[in-house]
C-alpha cells in the first residue's frame, strides 16, 4: 500500500496519521481542537530502535561496538525511523497498521509493526520489533507535542497546561544531557528529564476549564519534556536514554520486544 496521509475518525475525535513523515501522528483533533503540535518534525513520531540520545553515537553488543550518526552532537538522538518512510500495512475506519524495516546505520535487520488505534475518547499506540535473524540490542517510544494551549472559541489561547505525575525517582542528569546512573528523588520543573514509573507511566495532562488527557503505559520510563514554550512533551519508553548501553532489552527470534501506550482524554 502507500505511505499517503491517512485520517482515523471516531466519535468527534480525527488522528492524521503520516506514515511518510517517519511513521508519525501528524494530528490528533477532539471537538475539533488540535491536540498535538503543528509542523513536519512534530505531531508524535515512534522513537526506535532507541530512545533519546545514545553517548556519543556508540552503543555494544557484546564485544561489538556499532557507531551511530551523531544527528544530535556529540550524541545520536531518537532512533532512525523518525526520519524515514514507513508502509501502510492496513486500514480500517478507526485503525491503521503500519511497518518499517530496519536498515543501514542501523546494523540489524528486523522490522517494525505500529499499531495506531482510535477510540472516542482514547488513541492507543501500540509497537512491536521483531527479528528472524540475529538478537539485537533495542528500545520502543513515542515522543509527542501537546499543545501547551489550546485554542479558545474566540481564538484565543487559554490557560497553559499543567502536567501531574507521581514518580518513583528521577533519573540524575549530567552535564552532557544523559542520565549519570544516580536516582534522586523529583524535582520541580522545567524538565529534560527521565524519570521512574515502576507501577507503569501514568502522567495527567489538563488544560484548566478545556480537557483532560491520561499518558499510560506499562512501562516504567517516561521522559518529560516542557523547556518549550509552544507545547510539552509526555514520553513512554522501554528505558531510560542510553539505554542501549546501560539497560539493553533484547530483540530475539523468539521474543520481539512490545510496548503500548494510551492517551484517554475527558472534556472539563
Not at 509552544?230 to 546501560?246: D, R, S, Y
Request: aromatic share 8%.
Amino acid at each position: 500500500m502507500s505511505n499517503e496521509p491517512i485520517t482515523l475518525t471516531a466519535g468527534d475525535a480525527e488522528a492524521t496519521v503520516l506514515p511518510g513523515n517517519g511513521g508519525r501522528i501528524g494530528g490528533l483533533r477532539v471537538g475539533g481542537t488540535e491536540l498535538l503540535r503543528q509542523g513536519e518534525r512534530y505531531g508524535c513520531f515512534p522513537m526506535v530502535p532507541w530512545c533519546g540520545r545514545i553517548r556519543e553515537g556508540r552503543f555494544s553488543d557484546g564485544a561489538v561496538v556499532h557507531q551511530m550518526p551523531l544527528n544530535s552532537p556529540p550524541h545520536a538522538i531518537h532512533g532512525t525511523a523518525r526520519d524515514a518512510a514507513w508502509r501502510t500495512a492496513r486500514v480500517g475506519g478507526s485503525e491503521a497498521v503500519l511497518t518499517y524495516d530496519l536498515v543501514d546505520p542501523w546494523p540489524y535487520t528486523g522490522r517494525v509493526t505500529q499499531v495506531v488505534a482510535l477510540a472516542e475518547d482514547a488513541l492507543t499506540l501500540t509497537m512491536a520489533v521483531e527479528t528472524y535473524e540475529s538478537s539485537f540490542p533495542a528500545q520502543v517510544g513515542w515522543h509527542p507535542w501537546f499543545n501547551r494551549t489550546l485554542d479558545g472559541a474566540d481564538g484565543a489561547d487559554g490557560p497553559g497546561v499543567e502536567i501531574a505525575f507521581d514518580p518513583a525517582w528521577q533519573e540524575e542528569r549530567g552535564d552532557d544531557h544523559l542520565p549519570t546512573g544516580n536516582r534522586v528523588d523529583p524535582k520541580p520543573g522545567p524538565w529534560d528529564d527521565c524519570f521512574g514509573m515502576p507501577d507503569g507511566v501514568d502522567v495527567t495532562l489538563t488544560w484548566p476549564g478545556r480537557l483532560e488527557l491520561k499518558v499510560t503505559s506499562r512501562e516504567q520510563w517516561a521522559v518529560v519534556y516542557d523547556e518549550q514554550e509552544a507545547a510539552v512533551c509526555v514520553e513512554p519508553q522501554t528505558g531510560p536514554p542510553n539505554g542501549l548501553n546501560t539497560l539493553p532489552r533484547l530483540v530475539t527470534p523468539l521474543e520481539p520486544l512490545e510496548a503500548t501506550t494510551t492517551w484517554s482524554w475527558r472534556r472539563l
